[in-house]
């Protein structure tokens, strides 16, 4: 019976949240549109799109509510199959895309407009809210019952698969059906992430002065694993007692905080376990031993007399590119730090990442750079490359403080330092080694030529289903529009197509990660392990 009564839960929660959204639909956006279902003008166009992605919505769970209606009133007075009927609607939740995306934004908008007395828009909502404050008004809180919808999915989907007995028809539907929504809402949230995160990511590296391919370099495909303060060594060890400790640590414990408060961004994925680094195989160890030895005989020399022993830097380490800077002397207008690209290795390429044998804080790099023009073409550079060995500054000032929680140990803070390295390191060999992609920057597990190819079909797609050619929202502020609807209808497309994008990415990232847990193991006797 407690089957049944969580598939009661299912469809009366799904009855009482159609109802829900049928209500704001009324009341904030059926007025708002004329007889020709256009928006009338005053309505600013993010808040218009928003309301459009949420009738998208409401008709889609209008439809899974009918379907559950249609399976209670036909299996009387059991209910033995409702995975099944359900499982045909998870591939359109992607339309929770683009309004998942925006949702930020568009409260922020609607709660403006609400608290200025100048706007058409802001007027209609105070009318329809009288006497209550902008963050309190019923239009900003329902905004957020959708996603609170797709977290009840899940642990409604989940329940009921823990209460399906094995030997039940409809026990394999459940699973299939829990599992791909969790793979639905997980690309749904990373999506979102990586737009944040690419958001943060282009205001931080466009303060590094002499870097003038800011495009080329922030890619959203581009992940920043990691970027601080550390130490560039010729010889001997750092004396970093003079360090400011809040300066010491890397990634996202260290970010700068960019514009107005309101419309901070923050990347939230950087450290998450969606981006847990793949460990190096043992083809890749041996040629970046090799390219290490080779570095310290070619460079190490020139490179002493290049850079001053104990040299401060401040590195960007993305997923195969890493940025070396120096800090400028000049902060930009909002007061913020810069800093100065540095002359030969600013950007560069890991071949190989090996731990200092004398220094637990430091660790040995063969680098090789890239010229700022070919950054996009992936062609390989034949300059010369560096051997140099990197110190993570120390933290223990922190540590002297046991209330300080949030302050990683030394040896984590390195751990952080050496995972970006390594996956810069993997990604490098990994690319050069591909005969038919070499040089060229690689997805995990797919190149960038291959993910072109997915995009395109994927674009085909949305063209035949009567989307036009998508643009991302940035680039529709770069260029005049026609219509409203047909940027919503670009916007659209634009979301389905990075919905997809990232699902090929965190499917082939798993694919490749569970072949290489596969790989038959060898112990010292010549035994297989499996």
Not at 50 to 57: S, V
Not at 247 to 268: E, F, M, V, Y
Not at 284 to 300: F, H, K, M, R
Request: aromatic share 6%.
């Amino acid at each position: 019976m407690q089957r049944q009564e969580v598939i009661h839960e299912l469809c009366e929660s799904e009855r009482l949240f159609v109802g829900a959204l049928g209500k704001v639909l009324e009341v904030y956006v059926h007025p708002l549109l004329d007889e020709n279902r256009r928006w009338m003008a005053g309505v600013p166009s993010l808040a218009a799109n928003l309301l459009d992605w949420l009738d998208d919505i409401f008709q889609l769970h209008a439809q899974i509510c009918s379907t559950l209606d249609h399976v209670q009133s036909t299996q009387v007075p059991i209910v033995t199959s409702i995975a099944a009927p359900l499982r045909h609607f998870v591939s359109r939740l992607e339309v929770y895309q683009p309004y998942i995306c925006r949702l930020d934004e568009a409260v922020e908008l609607i709660e403006d407009a609400m608290g200025d007395p100048k706007s058409d828009f802001g007027e209609f909502l105070r009318l329809q809210n009288p006497g209550t404050s902008p963050s309190e008004s019923e239009l900003s809180s329902s905004l957020w019952l959708p996603l609170a919808r797709l977290g009840h999915y899940l642990d409604l989907f989940n329940t009921l698969w823990t209460l399906t007995p094995r030997h039940h028809p409809d026990y394999l539907p459940t699973y299939s059906l829990l599992t791909s929504v969790t793979l639905v809402v997980r690309v749904l949230r990373e999506v979102k992430s990586r737009e944040d995160e690419y958001t943060f990511v282009k205001g931080l590296v466009s303060r590094i002065r002499g870097l003038h391919c800011l495009d080329d370099v922030v890619r959203r495909q581009r992940r920043l694993r990691a970027h601080g303060p550390l130490y560039l060594l010729s010889s001997g060890t750092a004396d970093d007692n003079s360090d400011s400790p809040n300066d010491n640590l890397p990634s996202s414990r260290n970010r700068d905080r960019i514009g107005d408060p309101r419309k901070q961004r923050r990347a939230t994925s950087l450290d998450s376990g969606l981006s847990s680094a793949s460990s190096v195989s043992s083809i890749v160890s041996s040629a970046s031993s090799t390219c290490l030895n080779n570095g310290e005989t070619i460079s190490s020399r020139r490179h002493r007399h290049q850079t001053p022993p104990h040299a401060r830097i401040y590195a960007f380490v993305f997923d195969d590119l890493v940025l070396i800077t120096h800090q400028s002397q000049r902060n930009n207008v909002n007061g913020e730090d810069t800093w100065e690209l540095a002359s030969e290795i600013g950007v560069c390429r890991v071949l190989s990442l090996n731990p200092h044998p004398d220094d637990r804080r430091s660790f040995c790099l063969h680098l090789y750079p890239v010229e700022q023009n070919v950054i996009s073409t992936g062609i390989t550079p034949d300059s010369s490359s560096f051997y140099v060995t990197m110190r993570v500054p120390s933290s223990r000032r922190f540590l002297a403080d046991p209330s300080n929680t949030d302050v990683p140990h030394e040896s984590e803070t390195f751990d952080l330092w050496w995972r970006a390295f390594q996956r810069c390191c993997l990604s490098s060999i990994r690319s050069l080694s591909m005969p038919l992609h070499s040089g060229t920057y690689l997805l995990d597990g797919l190149s960038a030529e291959d993910n072109n190819t997915s995009n395109q079909q994927t674009v085909m797609s949305l063209v035949a289903s009567g989307l036009p050619i998508p643009k991302s929202p940035s680039l529709q502020l770069a260029e005049p529009q026609t219509t409203r609807s047909l940027a919503e209808r670009e916007e659209r497309g634009w979301w389905s197509l990075r919905f997809h994008e990232v699902l090929r990415e965190l499917q082939s990232r798993e694919a490749l990660l569970s072949e290489m847990d596969c790989q038959p193991r060898f112990t010292t006797s010549g035994t297989l392990n499996v």
